[in-house]
């Protein structure tokens, strides 16, 4: 066989195999693009998707921290205090003195927290409003008022290293026969 007839038959094979590796290579770049414009496409979606996941958190811990206010404030409300006064008048042949005795007591809703705290306060014929400016400045559990501090010793004649001021005053159980006699 003659080398052009041996070129001849050769040729389209050659011309083929080139075909398909041109095609090969031209479809391989086409999905090389493919997926970089889906690996593209992927990163934008997470990052959306972390962006609505931290957003999302965000406004969970938000709303646990409002409950919780929320909660706090109810509860604090249910505390309440009860406050009664009245007065003494303390008798001795020499002496004669009256004083006011305020007594408080801490409530959650209907139960009693603390026993009764009583102070004793003595006082001079004063007006109405000095009384109860005075019941409110030895007051241990109003909002308002110092807890038995300077204003309540200076009242009571004594200097404030004296007394302990953190801790309640036991009160005494009064019997019947005390009782009555403080109540005429």
Do not use: C
């Given at each position: 066989?003659?080398?052009?007839?041996?070129?001849?038959?050769?040729?389209?094979?050659?011309?083929?195999?080139?075909?398909?590796?041109?095609?090969?290579?031209?479809?391989?770049?086409?999905?090389?693009?493919?997926?970089?414009?889906?690996?593209?496409?992927?990163?934008?979606?997470?990052?959306?998707?972390?962006?609505?996941?931290?957003?999302?958190?965000?406004?969970?811990?938000?709303?646990?921290?409002?409950?919780?206010?929320?909660?706090l404030d109810d509860f604090m409300q249910d505390f309440r205090v009860d406050e009664r006064?009245?007065?003494?008048?303390?008798?001795?042949?020499?002496?004669?003195?009256?004083?006011?005795?305020?007594?408080?007591?801490?409530?959650?809703?209907?139960?009693?927290?603390?026993?009764?705290?009583?102070?004793?306060?003595?006082?001079?014929?004063?007006?109405?409003?000095?009384?109860?400016?005075?019941?409110?400045?030895?007051?241990?559990?109003?909002?308002?008022?110092?807890?038995?501090?300077?204003?309540?010793?200076?009242?009571?004649?004594?200097?404030?290293?004296?007394?302990d001021t953190t801790r309640p005053v036991a009160v005494p159980a009064l019997n019947r026969?005390?009782?009555?006699?403080?109540?005429?």
């Amino acid at each position: 066989m003659p080398l052009d007839a041996m070129l001849w038959m050769l040729l389209p094979a050659i011309v083929a195999a080139g075909s398909s590796l041109l095609t090969f290579y031209i479809m391989q770049a086409r999905m090389d693009v493919a997926i970089a414009h889906e690996r593209e496409t992927i990163a934008e979606v997470r990052g959306e998707v972390r962006t609505w996941k931290n957003t999302i958190e965000e406004r969970v811990k938000a709303a646990e921290e409002e409950t919780r206010r929320k909660a706090l404030d109810d509860f604090m409300q249910d505390f309440r205090v009860d406050e009664r006064h009245y007065f003494r008048e303390n008798r001795t042949e020499e002496t004669s003195s009256r004083s006011m005795v305020l007594q408080e007591r801490l409530y959650f809703r209907n139960l009693p927290l603390s026993n009764w705290v009583e102070h004793e306060m003595v006082v001079e014929e004063s007006a109405t409003g000095d009384l109860e400016r005075l019941a409110r400045g030895v007051s241990i559990f109003s909002t308002n008022s110092k807890s038995l501090g300077e204003t309540g010793l200076r009242e009571q004649g004594l200097p404030p290293n004296l007394v302990d001021t953190t801790r309640p005053v036991a009160v005494p159980a009064l019997n019947r026969a005390e009782a009555f006699d403080l109540a005429s």
